[in-house]
């Protein structure tokens, strides 16, 4: 009886494992910034946020060391997107809002970047989004290929007001984000990394009367290395829009990703063997102890059939 019931309580402990291995560890942490698990930003635009966001900037030592706080890179980045947004003929999204986006900094060691986004208003708002001010809205950003922290307001522009100025200024963010590290850095040209670090900005609100959210993305409409690294010589700007970016990555990255030989490295969470692993030595177990009962009851049988026939230390 003591031997059922132990092999009851571990298959009830097998159980009980293979139910608790099911559920899904964290995603892999930011490695800039621990407690940012998410792969992409969200923040409001618009002044309101600043005491928000006050007590919610991420804290590392790599922080001071990528983030490039260079008043010369930061006025030229305003001219230049100035500049571009103002040669922009024209907005397709319906929000009437233009991104531009350059990368600050650039280690082609570790594949950690700094990148820098201003939101202007090129047009008036239409369909949707008319009547909205920009401080209405929600950005969101992600680059695929890299891991991005949360964003930082780096100046403020007029937000509150939904009447158009050609080309106003609304707000200005920047991410510490870091590249894919399965991709081989040292084959990577400008060219492709023009391609990986395009990002995707989707822009949302509330409707005041159904109480739901509507969007529309940027992507047709984000002015991409206008200044910084990966800039082309002769344009204002490259208008890679999101899609096409996401569409020659795939190549791109799977020629470029560094190879791993088959067997060495678990690239996913096992919950397979750790199933397998508790079945195998539940198996075992049963096993193990079916035997060494059998052993002792044959000792003590042939213990008791010796002391039957008189026999001294003999069969």
């Given at each position: 009886m003591l031997r059922y019931n132990v092999i009851i309580t571990i298959l009830l402990l097998a159980i009980r494992v293979s139910l608790a291995s099911k559920v899904h560890p964290p995603g892999r942490i930011d490695l800039l910034?621990?407690?940012?698990?998410?792969?992409?930003?969200?923040?409001?635009?618009?002044?309101?946020?600043?005491?928000?966001?006050?007590?919610?900037?991420?804290h590392s030592s790599l922080k001071s060391n990528y983030i490039v706080n260079n008043q010369a890179s930061n006025t030229t980045a305003r001219q230049s997107c100035a500049k571009a947004v103002e040669s922009y003929p024209s907005v397709v999204n319906p929000s009437g809002i233009v991104a531009c986006?350059?990368?600050?900094?650039?280690?082609?060691?570790?594949?950690?970047f700094q990148?820098?986004?201003?939101?202007?208003?090129?047009?008036?708002?239409?369909?949707?989004?008319?009547?909205?001010a920009?401080?209405?809205?929600?950005?969101?950003?992600?680059?695929?290929?890299?891991?991005?922290?949360?964003?930082?307001?780096?100046?403020?522009?007029?937000?509150?007001?939904?009447?158009?100025a050609n080309g106003r200024f609304l707000q200005g963010f920047e991410n510490i984000g870091q590249l894919n590290p399965q991709i081989t850095l040292s084959k990577l040209t400008e060219s492709d990394l023009r391609i990986l670090l395009v990002p995707s900005?989707?822009?949302?609100?509330?409707?005041?009367?159904?109480?739901?959210?509507?969007g529309t993305t940027l992507s047709s409409d984000t002015l991409s290395y206008v200044a910084g690294k990966f800039v082309q010589?002769?344009?204002p700007f490259t208008n890679i829009t999101f899609p096409e970016a996401a569409a020659l990555s795939g190549p791109l990255v799977s020629s470029l990703s560094k190879f791993v030989l088959p067997g060495t490295y678990i690239k996913v969470f096992p919950l397979g063997?750790?199933?397998?692993?508790?079945?195998a030595a539940l198996l075992v177990l049963v096993v193990g102890v079916g035997t060494v009962g059998r052993y002792r009851f044959r000792q003590h049988y042939r213990r008791r059939i010796q002391r039957a026939r008189g026999y001294n230390n003999k069969l």
């Amino acid at each position: 009886m003591l031997r059922y019931n132990v092999i009851i309580t571990i298959l009830l402990l097998a159980i009980r494992v293979s139910l608790a291995s099911k559920v899904h560890p964290p995603g892999r942490i930011d490695l800039l910034y621990p407690h940012h698990r998410r792969h992409y930003t969200r923040r409001e635009i618009g002044v309101i946020i600043d005491n928000k966001l006050k007590n919610k900037e991420p804290h590392s030592s790599l922080k001071s060391n990528y983030i490039v706080n260079n008043q010369a890179s930061n006025t030229t980045a305003r001219q230049s997107c100035a500049k571009a947004v103002e040669s922009y003929p024209s907005v397709v999204n319906p929000s009437g809002i233009v991104a531009c986006y350059t990368i600050v900094s650039w280690d082609n060691s570790t594949g950690i970047f700094q990148t820098d986004i201003r939101l202007y208003q090129k047009s008036d708002s239409t369909g949707v989004f008319l009547g909205y001010a920009p401080s209405d809205f929600t950005m969101a950003m992600s680059i695929p290929q890299a891991t991005l922290s949360a964003p930082r307001i780096t100046m403020n522009g007029s937000t509150f007001s939904n009447n158009s100025a050609n080309g106003r200024f609304l707000q200005g963010f920047e991410n510490i984000g870091q590249l894919n590290p399965q991709i081989t850095l040292s084959k990577l040209t400008e060219s492709d990394l023009r391609i990986l670090l395009v990002p995707s900005i989707v822009l949302s609100a509330r409707n005041n009367t159904t109480q739901g959210f509507f969007g529309t993305t940027l992507s047709s409409d984000t002015l991409s290395y206008v200044a910084g690294k990966f800039v082309q010589a002769n344009k204002p700007f490259t208008n890679i829009t999101f899609p096409e970016a996401a569409a020659l990555s795939g190549p791109l990255v799977s020629s470029l990703s560094k190879f791993v030989l088959p067997g060495t490295y678990i690239k996913v969470f096992p919950l397979g063997l750790i199933i397998t692993s508790s079945w195998a030595a539940l198996l075992v177990l049963v096993v193990g102890v079916g035997t060494v009962g059998r052993y002792r009851f044959r000792q003590h049988y042939r213990r008791r059939i010796q002391r039957a026939r008189g026999y001294n230390n003999k069969l």
